[in-house]
């Protein structure tokens, strides 16, 4: 058995064993708890004592052999009532006498031996066939892992695809913003480059002709000699020269003086100087001689106010402008403002206070015409501002210095 009996003689609980050997003994054991007032019963026997059935249930006949064995005066209840009615392993149990354990240990071992032999090879072949179909299940979860592993490597794939195509399209994206923008750059580069080319190409053709006139092909004539505003102030400066002499005060340079331009002299940008920008202006400012300027009146004020070019404001400010350029020029430069009279404007020619000659050209004749004609009456010995490529070009063919109406409308604004 398994119960181990204690030093008083109880048992540590009933085993299976035990409940199998006291099973059948326990008869008038039963029946005296039957028999007894329920008051006297512990509550755990109530249960007991009630069961009317054959064949105790194992909790309550585990229940039973419990409180029996733990109740001693349970137990000598039960003996005065059973009496005579108990049997040998029945009152060895309840009534303990010596060697009491003994009898109850034979009574097991005999109910041990009288159990008919369990054939276990069914219940060996059930767990066989369990234990097979288990490993049947693993090696198929073992397959589906391997599957679902190939899935997600192929889905990892997938994905780092579809992330390297995002990142080229953000590359492909990239390389288009740049292939615009050079592509800006380029067209930049290339509209700077037709311009220097242009204004080289001035350069070049005005160097050709200066060259043809000056072996005498071509006849220089005298700029300015013929204008009577720039003659005048000629005739002030050297009168004001004489009187410097007369007081004894160093006069003015030769060089100084608004003679008439000499046959050698070139109307030719210095090295280093456009005919776009302002830094052309003040060459002329600073020219020794002085120098017949004709003005593309309506191209200037176009480059001043696109959307005010042909009022009178406009017009006006570019006068006060060039009355301006008078003032600081070092020689007496003649001025001449051509309007295309097309566009409006006052017919008649007028002078103004400045020394600023303004003129319309006739309904017949654009401006254009009529510069060119007037550069051809000077023979060529002139500067023209316009932005206009295709008149700078008629009078570069006259031989006249073409300078850009923006390096005019720059230098005014600076």
Avoid: C
Avoid at 55 to 65: A, E, N, T, V, Y
Avoid at 146 to 158: Q, T
């Amino acid at each position: 058995m398994r119960n181990r009996i204690s030093q008083d003689g109880a048992m540590s609980g009933p085993s299976k064993e035990l409940m199998a050997a006291l099973r059948p003994h326990l008869g008038p054991v039963r029946h005296a708890l039957h028999g007894m007032d329920p008051n006297e019963l512990p509550p755990g026997l109530r249960k007991v004592a009630a069961y009317a059935g054959g064949r105790l249930p194992p909790p309550l006949l585990k229940r039973l052999i419990t409180e029996l064995d733990g109740n001693e005066w349970l137990r000598g209840k039960v003996g005065e009532e059973a009496g005579d009615h108990l049997d040998e392993v029945a009152a060895a149990f309840i009534l303990r006498a010596e060697g009491w354990w003994m009898v109850i240990a034979g009574a097991a071992a005999a109910a041990t031996a009288a159990e008919p032999a369990v054939d276990l090879r069914p219940e060996v072949e059930r767990l066989e066939a369990k234990l097979g179909e288990a490993k049947r299940r693993i090696a198929e979860l073992r397959s589906e892992k391997r599957a679902a592993n190939d899935a997600l490597k192929s889905a990892r794939k997938g994905l780092k695809a579809q992330a390297d195509h995002v990142e080229a399209l953000h590359v492909v994206d990239a390389l288009r913003r740049e292939i615009a923008e050079l592509e800006v750059a380029l067209e930049t580069e290339r509209n700077e480059r037709a311009g220097a080319e242009q204004r080289l190409d001035d350069v070049k053709r005005r160097r050709q002709k200066r060259a043809v006139r000056s072996s005498g092909q071509g006849k220089a004539r005298a700029v300015g000699m013929r204008d009577p505003v720039a003659t005048a102030r000629r005739l002030d400066l050297q009168a004001a020269a004489l009187a410097a002499a007369v007081r004894g005060e160093p006069g003015a340079a030769e060089a100084d003086l608004p003679t008439a331009v000499r046959d050698s002299w070139e109307l030719v940008l210095p090295a280093g100087i456009a005919p776009d920008g302002p830094e052309a202006v003040e060459w002329l400012v600073g020219v020794a001689a002085a120098v017949p300027v004709i003005v593309d009146g309506y191209n200037l004020t176009y480059l001043m106010n696109p959307d005010r070019f042909t009022t009178p404001e406009t017009r006006k400010q570019l006068v006060a402008d060039l009355e301006r350029f008078l003032r600081h020029a070092r020689s007496a430069h003649r001025i001449v403002l051509v309007f295309d009279s097309s566009e409006g404007g006052e017919p008649e020619p007028s002078l103004t206070a400045g020394g600023v000659e303004v003129f319309f050209a006739t309904t017949a004749d654009t401006a254009d015409d009529e510069i060119v004609e007037r550069v051809r009456s000077l023979g060529g010995r002139a500067v023209v501002f316009t932005n206009d490529r295709e008149l700078r070009e008629r009078v570069d063919e006259e031989g006249a210095l073409a300078l850009w109406g923006s390096a005019f409308v720059h230098w005014a604004a600076a």
